[in-house]
């Protein structure tokens, strides 16, 4: 089994930063991509980018330009930088795993900008 803790979320302003983090442990082997998603208030939760095993990366047009995913391999983490934050940003992140373990989801972290 796999399991995911995001942190770095909290309150910016536009035009602000954030690098969110995703810890992976247990069975991290059996991960084939790590992709982050956010839900908004009423809305439905949305894809916002992935990072496959090999390092292939595709974003959602809405972040891309501004938001860069990435990974440390040897720390088992994922990361998505956040740049040039818009209150429409605003959302809860959550991480997502990919893999022959299954589909796991983090716990999500929340993520606000103020205008």
């Known amino acids: 089994q796999v399991q995911l803790v995001e942190s770095g979320g909290g309150l910016v302003q536009a035009g602000g930063s954030l690098r969110l983090s995703c810890a992976a442990s247990?069975?991290?082997?059996?991960?084939?991509?790590m992709a982050w998603y956010r839900q908004a208030p009423g809305k439905q939760r949305e894809w916002v980018a992935t990072i496959s095993r090999p390092g292939i990366i595709n974003y959602a047009e809405s972040v891309k330009g501004r938001f860069t995913i990435s990974r440390e391999i040897a720390k088992n983490t994922g990361y998505l930088q956040m740049n040039d934050l818009k209150p429409e940003d605003t959302a809860v992140y959550y991480c997502?795993?990919?893999?022959?373990?299954?589909?796991?989801w983090g716990q999500g972290t929340q993520v606000t900008v103020s205008s």
């Open positions: 997502r795993s990919f893999g022959t373990a299954g589909d796991v």
């Open positions: 247990g069975n991290i082997f059996s991960i084939n991509a």
